[in-house]
């Protein structure tokens, strides 16, 4: 329900101050539980890359998130990447499985990037 | 037993949002794409001690993003959300701007002008000289100075005040691993890093919640299991199941302090089933016992294993896990073609930390799981620069730089000859380590003492006992930070800091290696880098004192600019001078070459061409290290030159169980752990100003087992009352499969009086290490109400 306000204005529903001392992933597991699922079986999951890393915090909430905010940790990523395509038309969000075939110029190997 | 949300919003919305924390709110989505003008620029992370590569983004002045760099070997390019977000501490309005003053400590605080603060503390510490002696003052530094300020700070102590009080809160964390390595290797520090990790087909992490301390290693641990899950094993020994758990192929639950029976179960296991690797052992390896490190034979060492069969030891161990268990781990350990050991705070925070930590290491000598790819005893350092700077600079009261022993006469005699100062300026008795130090500022035999970039009052264990001496107005206390602290609260002196990217200087990670952060943006009103606070205060003091040795000891560094100059030719001074001829060589990380790699340089590098290719990835391994080529005495591939093994053996110890230091009786019949939580830092003064990070875990909680939050009728979010002999906390509970029965944990973040952990925990510390046993204590539980709405607290 939560989720769905927010996909229509872009925004979280206003919350009361102590509501807002909430970690998200304590409402969703119960508002959201499917999307919960997914990301915790990810590999952002089980790497503790918590929801307010992509998605914000409450004055700066974004449903759909920028490519900015992957760059983070996936900046040279964005160097290989077409930037015609957002990074969500192949990796599905919370679970992060790449569709289809690869978008990025360059791939990296196991070896060089251990870690993705 | 969950908590809903209905019924916690219930019991919090009655708070207004007038009462709550002001917290200064994200003005700009970060962006990490960089747009025309925007600068980027080279450093580190400021917070855990992975070492994370980073560019701050920089526009018009002001940071304004954060990215990881990906072709550093020490992060690919990933960061955890302290990572992502610590530059918010740059620009926060609660930065410490001016110094500010006070003669008595119940007076309010004036803000003063820095020519004055400098003479106050210049004055300060020369009365105390002149009165009381040298050893009446000390320095109590941080394992997040740079390496610049804390080589600096000690160098003015030792060869300025002639005093080794010198000391930092590594000791809290990672000097029983010290202990470890010098007592197993000869040597501190590890023999292998990172580069294991993608190449190990075992795990044996104990001790450690790495997925929460160590986040972008542990990510690199995961991606190694999970793309190969049949053929790399993943051990995870804990009184706690955690989310490093969440990665095993078996966890191992065994009680509190029982550590030492699991790891001598192991050792037997691995020599009842002959999965040792002799060779190894007969070229490499002695066996010892004893104060006096006396050599026992291979069957006496049999001999002393024989009590810790695999089926006591699971009793000892709590009964959670099997006699089958712990072969089983054995003989992964011993069989794979690479084992990693990973420990943290859980081994090092015992009062057998480095008996602890020698029984890890035991293991990987018996089976020569050491100095081939994929292998190493890899003891976690928590902070960025405890290694670099505490470690190797000499941070610490018995080492000076250079991993030099204080009482060896050679050894000062050399540091002595480097700054020029006379023979037999620095004392020959290693200064009060860090427990022994605020007990002396409780006993009045420490009169003024200079903290830097730490927080004792929230992070000393049994605090209260020590803010009673740091409360009183016979010792003087001096402040360098960023924030208000608990500790900056009890000073008469405090000194606004420069922060990270706002001063130039190196840290030294986990693994050997060392990595520069440059300043990018100028530091909020008068903040200062300390390098420059010390060498103003040393020119001062020499004044006070009449002494021109002191003034001597920052000649060279006169009239340097302190932003790039001064830290650079402080450095400069360290590594041609105090690193030449050492183990931890770093003669060939200059500031050029530092500047120029990805991911920094991993010593021994004696030249800048060494340095350029990365330095040494292996330890003591010919080809690869260049001390172990031109020390090398034989035909063997490995050769152990540490310094404090003059037989050039690795040592296996027979240490037996011996128990902690308060275990649970029938008045205090829970054991407590403490531990850190993934979105926080240390005493939260910097991660909870970050709105991102505070509201993700705004308060701290305790932990408890659901069948003893069923006897003890406690629910979700109940305010439970934790009692220890020293002091207790009230704290909103969590019900969590994650502590064993019988035992609690808890979250050291906090700094709300009722909710500060350390007012509970114990001080008793390791004889050897003298690192306190923070992990174990015995506590009552309480339930004290039901839920109450609760604010986060900052000072
Ligand atoms: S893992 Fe440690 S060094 Fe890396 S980003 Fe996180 S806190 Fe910083």
Known sequence: MLALQAAEQEQHPELEPGEQYIPCAQCHQEVTPELYTEWNASLHGIGMVACYQCHGTFENFRVTPLAQDCAACHADRMDAYSQDQPCWSCHVPHSFKAEGASAHKKEISENEKPAQ | MKQSRRDFLKTSAALSAASYLGVQLPDTVSSALAAEGDSWHRGTCRLCGVGCRVELGVRSGKPFAIRGVA???????????????????????DRLTHPLYRAKKSEAFKQISWDEALDIAATAFADVVKTHGSDAVAYYGSGQCLTEETYLFQK??????????????????????????????????????????????????????TAEAHPVLFRRIMRRKLDNPDTVKVINADPRVSQTSRIADKHLQFKPGSDLSLLNAMAKVIIDEKLYDTDFLANYAVFRQGAESTEVTFSEYVKFLEPYTPEAVAKICGGNISADDIREVARWFANSKGTVSLWCMGINQRIQGVWANNLINNLHILTGQLCKEGADSLSLTGQPNACGGVREAGGLCHILPG?????????????????????????????????????????????????????????????????????????FI?????????????????????????????????????????????????????????????????????????????????NLEEDYALPRAIWDEYTQKLTAGRDSDLRGASYPVLERMADGVQWPALTEEQALTGGTVKKF????????????QNDLPYQFYGPAHADRKLWVWLRAQADPSEVPDAEYPFYLSTGRI????????????????????????????????????????????????????????????????GMVFAYWHDQEKSRMINRVTKDDYDPGSKEPEFKICAVQIRRVAGPKPIKPFLL
């Not at chain 2, 002396?440 to 009169?447: D, M, T, Y």
């Not at chain 2, 000194?495 to 952060?517: D, M, N, W």
């Open chain 2, 403 to 475: 991993h030099r022993p204080v009482d060896n006469e050679k050894m000062r005699n050399q540091v002595e000859e480097a700054w020029g100062v006379p023979i037999g300026r620095i004392p020959a008795k290693p200064g009060r380590h860090t427990m022994d130090m605020f007990a002396a500022i409780n006993s009045g035999a420490i009169r003024a003492i200079w903290v830097n970039c730490t927080s004792p009052a929230q992070s000393l264990p049994n605090c209260d006992l020590y803010i009673k001496g740091m409360e009183k107005d016979d010792c």
């Open chain 2, 156 to 209: 003015i102590m030792r060869g300025g005040l002639k005093t080794n009080n010198v000391e930092g809160n590594p000791r809290l964390c990672m000097a029983s691993a010290v202990g470890g390595y010098l007592s197993s290797f000869g040597a501190d520090e590890p023999i292998g890093g990172y580069s294991d990790l993608e190449k190990a087909h075992c795990f044996f992490i104990i001790g450690s919640n």
């Open chain 2, 478 to 558: 001096i402040c360098t930070d960023i924030f208000p602290t608990r500790t900056t609260e009890l000073a008469n002196l405090i000194l606004p800091a420069a922060f990270h990217f706002e001063k130039t200087g190196v840290y030294g990670c986990t693994e050997r290696r060392s990595q520069i952060t440059l300043k990018a943006v100028d530091a909020p009103g008068e903040a200062k880098p300390e390098v420059w606070i010390v060498r103003e205060w040393a020119k001062r003091l020499a004044v006070k004192l009449d002494d021109p040795v002191i003034a001597h000891c920052v000649k060279d560094f006169d």
């Open chain 2, 71 to 93: 072709d550093a070997r020490t992060n690919y390019g990933f960061l955890c959300m302290k990572g992502m977000y610590f530059w918010h501490c740059i620009g926060h309005t």
């Open chain 2, 678 to 741: 993934i979105d926080h830092w240390h005493t939260m003064s910097m991660t909870g100003r970050v709105p991102e990070l505070l509201r993700a875990n705004p308060y701290a909680h305790v932990e408890i087992n659901p069948e003893d939050a069923k006897e003890l009728g406690v629910q979700p979010g109940d305010m439970v009352e934790i009692r220890s002999r020293r002091g207790s906390n009230l704290l909103p509970a969590k019900i969590y499969e994650g502590p064993m029965k």
């Open chain 2, 621 to 632: 391994v010919k080809g690869l290290d260049p001390l172990a080529d031109s020390l090398s």
